[in-house]
């Protein structure tokens, strides 16, 4: 449904990404941000499940084409720290949410895994987006703290999950909270990536569908005109 694409970054760098665009040409748009394991056809898909629920939707290639197996953690984890976060949600996310915005509609921002992580920067850094949804992934406190977010927030949290635990989500929250943000979180009974459908190991049908319902109804009520 959707292609791949180059854009340009605020300092000209070219990106790559894969867009799907929904049927109105003036449709919000959403970007959609990778798993630790890189721009998968799981993210594709979770993109062209956008365009196809009224959002033009673009996933930003963090990791420059490469794409890691699901068996291979290892590989996983180097790739993810070996990702420079800040030059990857100014530049390559901002860039991202520009060109969707390019025909004048609002623009969300929606994160899984290390994409979480990212997308609670770029409520705290990225000028122009107007709301964010992360699944199970925060960044450090010293990168973005809950009271450096800027747009309302929706957060989805597995409550077995021992890389973004639910001490980290308590503590998130309760930040939020504490600086009066727009926020909402949400906790499931399943595991971290219960989401992806292509991990049979872990994806919880019940919550990947509850989450994906909230989370179409926060953009449809803050990307709204």
């Known amino acids: 449904m959707g292609t791949d694409i180059t854009y340009q970054r605020p300092d000209g760098q070219d990106a790559a990404g894969y867009l799907a665009l929904a049927a109105r040409g003036d449709a919000p748009g959403v970007v959609v941000i990778q798993e ?3 721009v998968q056809g799981q993210i594709k898909a979770i993109c ?25 953690s290892d590989a996983a984890a180097k790739a993810m720290n070996g990702l420079d976060f800040l030059d990857a949600t100014t530049q ?19 994160g899984y895994c290390l994409g979480g992580a990212v997308t609670v920067i770029a409520a705290a850094k990225v000028p122009g987006l107007s709301a964010a949804v992360c699944y199970y992934g925060l960044p450090p406190a010293e990168v973005a703290a809950p009271a450096d977010v800027k747009i309302p927030l929706q957060g989805h949290f597995a409550n077995q999950d021992d890389w973004c635990t639910p001490e980290k989500v308590t503590e998130f929250e309760a930040g939020l909270k504490a600086a009066g943000k727009a926020s909402d979180i949400f906790r499931y009974d399943g ?14 049908r019940a919550a990947a569908e509850q ?15």
Not at 95 to 110: C, D, H, P, S, Y
Not at 194 to 202: H, W
């Open 36 to 38: 630790w394991w890189g």
């Open 191 to 204: 595991h971290h990536a219960f989401a992806n459908e292509q991990r049979a190991s872990v994806h919880d």
């Open 48 to 72: 062209d499940r956008f365009a196809r629920a009224g959002f033009s939707a673009l996933a930003p290639d963090l990791y420059r084409g490469q794409v890691v197996p699901y068996h291979d």
């Open 92 to 110: 390559t996310v901002r860039g991202a949410a520009e060109f969707l915005a390019r025909n004048g509609a609002k623009t969300g921002i929606v």
């Open 211 to 225: 989450a994906w319902s909230r989370t179409v109804a926060f953009f449809e009520k803050h990307l709204a005109r």
